[in-house]
Nanobody, 115 residues
Framework: QVQLVESGGGLVQPGGSLRLSCVAS????????MGWYRQAPGKQRELVAG???????NYADSVKGRFTISRDNAKKTVYLQMNSLKPEDTAVYYC?????????WGQGTQVTVSS
């Protein structure tokens, strides 16, 4: 079992930055592929960024060059640094831990980009 707790969301103006954090507990963190997903009102949940235990990352085209995912296996934490935020980035952001047939989710944190 893995428990995930996100933090760092909030209200930010267009062009601003936020850093999301997700702390995991309950299992060996480094064996999981960690990801950040988001879901905007009326839309499906989508993958924003993912990172393997070894640090290989991938990004949705819509966030490439603006968002950076990273992880600290010793602290069992994954981060999402979000720069140059746009109103279309507004969504609930969820942390995910994935391994084989297992998926664990956090409760989500709201990010609102508005002037």
């Amino acid at each position: 079992q893995v428990q995930l707790v996100e933090s760092g969301g909030g209200l930010v103006q267009p062009g601003g930055s936020l850093r999301l954090s997700c702390v995991a507990s309950g299992s060996i963190f480094s064996i999981y592929v960690m990801g950040w997903y988001r879901q905007a009102p009326g839309k499906q949940r989508e993958l924003v960024a993912g990172i393997t235990g070894g640090g290989s990352a991938n990004y949705a085209d819509s966030v490439k060059g603006r968002f950076t995912i990273s992880r600290d296996n010793a602290k069992k934490t994954v981060y999402l640094q979000m720069n140059s935020l746009k109103p279309e980035d507004t969504a609930v952001y969820y942390c995910n831990a994935h391994r084989a047939m297992l998926d664990y989710w956090g409760q989500g944190t709201q990010v609102t980009v508005s002037s």
